[in-house]
């Protein structure tokens, strides 16, 4: 088949799916999307205030004082599943899975979102430039954004994959209902244990940990959307 036959093919097929596609569930998605950014906007907004300000300091001030050997090494371990080597190599791997399993469209989904993810986490932490509460441990995606704290990117990255490694397994998986829920509550209990590993060794403030979690839930929603439609 010719490029240009499969172009036509292609653009004849996502045509038809813009038309069938049901708009309120669009308008569903659009909206979780925009509400979870405008909610980070929201609490960047704040930070500054009596309450939350004393909060972050508060709960950074507490987890230091705790702090043993044991649990900082348990911790960075723990931290490691939500890195961006980590989530990027198995990223990769979950690719190669989907092409085996002839799931084109959404391998390239996945692959762009992951590139997507990690320029936004980028972008947001320039973009608001908070200073981390502990030592700056310079960043693989770009630059001095490391030294940035707000959004977590450990947070966002973390509930962005699993979150989506879950959505794919139950769209194209077979899985018992029991099974599910099992699932869930480990990939919900890992999400939060990464973020709160964040917390523990102490580079990061709670509410980068929650503006972590909107801005990797707006992205996992925008992903499960154009599977969703593609699919």
Not at 11 to 30: G, H, I, T
Not at 48 to 69: I, N, V
Not at 134 to 147: D, I, V
Not at 168 to 197: E, H, N, W
Request: proline share 3%; net charge positive.
């Amino acid at each position: 088949m010719r490029i240009s036959d499969w172009l036509k093919i292609q653009k004849e097929d996502l045509e038809k799916r813009v038309k069938n596609y049901p708009k309120a569930r669009a308008l569903l998605f659009v909206s979780l999307i925009f509400g979870l950014l405008i909610s980070l906007y929201s609490l960047w907004g704040k930070i500054s205030t009596p309450y939350l300000g004393s909060l972050d300091g508060f709960l950074t001030e507490k987890l230091r004082t705790a702090s043993s050997p044991f649990l900082k090494e348990l911790f960075t371990f723990v931290t490691f599943f939500g890195s961006e080597i980590f989530i990027m190599s198995f990223s990769l791997i979950l690719v190669v899975i989907l092409i085996q399993k002839r799931r084109r469209r959404a391998a390239t989904v996945s692959l762009l979102s992951l590139a997507g993810s990690a320029f936004l986490v980028s972008f947001f932490k320039s973009f608001f430039a908070r200073q981390r509460p502990g030592e700056c441990p310079g960043h693989f995606f770009g630059g001095n954004s490391g030294c940035f704290s707000f959004p977590s990117g450990h947070s966002t990255f973390a509930l962005y994959f699993y979150g989506l490694v879950t959505y794919l397994g139950f769209r194209f998986g077979v899985f018992p209902l029991k099974k599910k829920y099992l699932i869930i509550s480990g990939i919900t209990f890992l999400v939060i244990l990464i973020a709160f590993s964040r917390l523990y060794l102490g580079l990061h403030f709670l509410s980068d940990v929650i503006g972590g979690f909107l801005l990797g839930g707006a992205w996992l929603v925008a992903a499960i959307f154009l599977i969703d439609f593609l699919y």
